[in-house]
């Protein structure tokens, strides 16, 4: 990078990561914006980024999936690039605001890569839900074992019954309402205050892009999930019988485009290696979804 040894390296990234890369990162380029967007259960502080003042307002998310943490990474590395871009005089984001949750769910994430320290608050009853397990590097949930992205107000109910997970686990528990958890509700509260144009939340894996929400996304969503589709080398899926995820509630309140990624292949956690892969695929793609949003696609 023109400005010096890049900031955001490939390595395990957790809350721990995050912060230490924001912190070089706002040193290197200080018109990068940060605030907290709320809390998680334990009390961490969910980071938001805006970059750019312009019109049209996009949003990124990252890691609700505590298993799916190689999402934040990829999403840093790419803003970091973005940002030296900027500073180069050349802006994909020009006429944007971006802006950017990269961790959704950071206690779920420390646990799926650290483990469960000894004193932990909830250690008694995260071995119960984990069936007796210390090993939680396939943990999907936030720490009180409710699957985030089965949190929102869109057929929640329907969606419970079709998990059939009657409490905390693993995965796949929607929790006891709607937005019950402060990951979930803070994730809602700023899409609300915002009113973005256009989201897209990442996930892994099967290198698929969701974009439909029973019948009610906007008539270019088809459209802009197949360019996407093409710049990345992935698959626009029409998706059913599916619902109470972030973009599923997006596409419902809105009637906007709302995209869910799927990075890379195989099963999760994704190892490392698949990083340069996975943010080869997603540097095109993303910027593929600002160029759609900066011509008002959306």
Known sequence: MASGRAIVRPRPYGPAELEEDLEALQRRYPELQRQPAGASVMGKRLELLRIGRGHRHVHLNASFHANEWITSLALMRWVEELLEQRSAGRDPADGLSLWLLPMVNPDGVELALGGLPEGHPYGRQLLEWNGGSADFSG???????VDLNDQFPAHWEEERRRRGQEGP???DYPGESPLSEPEARAAAALTERESFDVVAALHT???EIYWNY???EPACARGMAECLALAAGYAAVE????????KDWFIQRFRRPGFTIELGWGVNPLPLEQQEDILARLRPLLEELLRLAREDQA
Do not use: F, M, V
Request: glycine share 20%.
């Open 139 to 145: 943990w999907k949930a936030n720490i009180r074992g």
């Open 169 to 171: 686990g693993p995965r």
């Open 205 to 207: 894996q099967g290198e």
């Open 214 to 216: 029973r019948g009610l």
């Open 239 to 246: 998706l059913a019988d599916s619902d109470a995820g972030y």
